[in-house]
């Protein structure tokens, strides 16, 4: 209930539209309510006398309660529907504004279908839970008391079935919720599941087509799809238990009233227009009950969808500027101070162990190592997407703890290992680098990182249309773009992770060589060919998260086995080119 009370207070300037809803419910509550009385008045004195001018007068009474009362009805759900829909974009945007500050390591927390999940199909039960719920919430309860109030007043000793009857149906409900309550929140994690599968298959659509695996990924999705259906059908199995239950126990309450109210009109203790009456009520405490029934239930989910939704806002962030952060970065020089670095606390292993490691301003150095030796997890703790766990990182000379993290990061381009473009076109992807670039600017960037030559043949050039993932333009071709939008940013270190892989050495070569004009910043190049990083300044070779050797390609062709092995495995048959590249 807390995690529910916590997501209340982003209902802001909706609170305004809950509170006249609220409102707006009693005042309909109560013209409905006298309905009953105005009908018992008809027949024990307008019917019984025979008195035909006061039957048209009770019903013109009757009428105009039915109109106000349904006037209210129809404003209610305007405010109503504005207060759900109004909260529950406010709680998205929060979500999504906390999902903004987390750092890799809180995102190894949640997977992607998850936190998909919680922002679109738990918010929609909380926004369900107020359009279904809110009106019955008031409702119920209001109608309930002055329901039993009314009839009391009209005959005590009948009211008193309410007195058996209402126990009853409270312990029906109190074992109903007891056993759906804890379903709701495993079948919000298996829709987490079908998501997932979902998302994944469609991401992966033309390797499912290319590994003819479509069946594989349709029985996948028949198995989540099934057990999803199988939890939905438990679920509310019992949660549908409420209404024969409830039914059962009105009916039992209308039969022993109709009973004993038959016998005291038989004594003469009580007149048909107040049994009339009486049971009139009846059916409204009856329905009121239920009402708060279907409001438990739909509490009940609503509740289990709170606290995954409070468990994002809740979520701890692991990386946050201090106060009085430093926003200048000196320059690019690059310091690893006996750095360790681990994923996880209680992991036993290091992913990197005692890293020692100096990179001066304007140097170009290149990395190589076999797949697994953290290669990419090395660089990360530069920008400041983890901290290390042990050592520190140091840019321009000062710790990356001490730096703003929006000023460290604009310092820092990275160029990452998997390519993400957005969608919309090719102009608006660039400007992620820089906003304010006009045409020239987005231009020279594209020249240096060889993207002129595919985007000039394009009709319309930088307003050329990417469309979801870019899928439109080849692997290399967003490789190019990513390194131009990431020149724009103009940083003092440039990381490059494995981001020239997919295009050919002629346009890696004409890449190298534009970059190499950028002597005012550090370039550090992640490869698996060793023609990526022989011009570098220095070479770094990881083994196992640990620094192998560090040298220029001459010096490390000629002493390390390592380097050697990839080497001749990359360069074999190539007696002339070998002696070319050694002298290099």
């Known amino acids: 209930m807390q995690d529910m009370k916590r997501l209340l207070k982003y209902l802001g300037p909706y609170r305004k539209d809950m509170l006249i809803g609220a409102l707006l419910i009693f005042v309909e509550t109560c013209f409905e309510l006298f309905i009953p009385v105005l009908i018992a008045d008809l027949i024990d004195v307008g019917v019984a006398n025979g008195d035909i001018p006061y039957i048209f007068s009770k019903g013109i009474q009757m009428g105009i309660c039915a109109i106000l009362a349904l006037i209210t009805g129809l404003l209610y759900a305007r405010f109503a529907a504005r207060a759900a829909y109004g909260w529950g974009a406010q709680i998205r945007a929060a979500q999504y504004e ?33 359009n279904g719920g809110f009106r019955p919430l008031f409702r119920g309860p209001s109608m309930l008391i002055m329901g039993v109030a009314l009839s009391f007043w009209m005959s005590p000793r009948l009211a008193l079935i309410f007195v058996v009857c209402t126990p009853v149906l409270g312990i029906i409900l109190f074992f109903i919720l007891r056993k759906v309550g804890p379903m709701y929140g495993r079948l919000q994690k298996v829709v987490d599941r079908l998501n997932n599968v979902v998302q994944e298959g ?55 009233i109709m009973w004993f109210g038959g016998n005291m009109i038989l004594h003469s203790t009580l007149q048909v227009g107040d049994l009339t009456g009486f049971l009139s009520y009846v059916m409204q405490v009856m329905n009121s009950l239920m009402m708060i029934a279907n409001v438990f239930l739909l509490l009940t989910r609503s509740l289990a969808s709170a606290h995954r939704i409070s468990e994002v806002l809740d979520e701890p962030v692991l990386l946050t500027s201090p106060e009085n952060a430093r926003k200048e970065i000196p320059d690019g020089r690059i310091d690893f101070e006996n750095v360790s670095f681990k994923y996880h606390e209680d992991a036993q292993e290091y992913a990197l162990s005692g890293v020692t490691l100096h990179i001066q301003a304007g140097q170009t150095i290149g990395i190589l190592g076999g797949t697994g030796s953290s290669k990419t997890t090395l660089v990360q703790l530069i920008p400041r997407l983890y901290d290390a766990t042990e050592g520190s990182v140091k840019v321009g000379g000062h710790d990356v703890r001490e730096y703003d993290l929006r000023s460290l990061r604009d310092a820092v381009g990275m160029i990452l290992q998997k390519n993400v473009l957005f969608s919309g076109t090719v102009r ?70 494995d981001s020239t892989s997919a295009v050919d050495t002629a346009t890696e070569g004409k890449i190298r060589t534009a970059l190499a004009g950028l002597s005012d910043v550090t370039k550090i190049i992640i490869a698996q060919r060793i023609t990526s990083v022989m011009h570098t300044d220095q070479i770094v070779i990881l083994d196992d998260g640990k620094i192998h050797a560090i040298g220029t390609h001459k010096e490390l062709l000629a002493s390390d086995p390592i380097y050697q092995e990839i080497y001749r495995s990359q360069m074999k048959g190539g007696d002339e080119y070998g002696s070319t590249a050694a002298q290099c």
């Not at 997977?111 to 926004?127: G, H, N």
Request: hydrophobic share 40%; aromatic share 10%.
């Open 98 to 130: 906390q999902v903004q500050k987390y750092s890799f390591a809180n995102l190894d927390h949640f997977d992607t279908s998850s936190l998909v999940t919680r922002m679109t199909t738990d918010v929609t039960v909380l926004q369900n839970a107020i």
């Open 202 to 256: 469609l991401t992966a659509i033309r390797a499912v087509k290319a590994f003819v695996r479509g069946e594989y990924e349709e029985e996948k999705f028949r198995d989540v799809n099934q057990d999803l259906m199988d939890s939905s059908q438990t679920t509310f199995h019992y949660a549908v238990l409420n209404l024969p239950a409830f039914q059962f126990v009105m009916y039992a309450a209308i039969v022993l």
């Open 428 to 497: 608006e992807n660039l400007q992620w680098g820089n906003p304010e670039a006009d045409d020239e600017t987005l231009w020279a960037a594209c020249r240096t990182a060889c993207a002129d030559e595919f985007l000039e043949r394009m009709p319309r050039g930088l307003d050329t249309d990417l469309g979801q993932g870019a899928n439109n333009i080849s692997g290399g071709q967003k490789q190019r773009l990513c390194i131009a939008r990431t020149l724009l940013k103009r940083p003092k270190v440039m990381i490059f992770d």
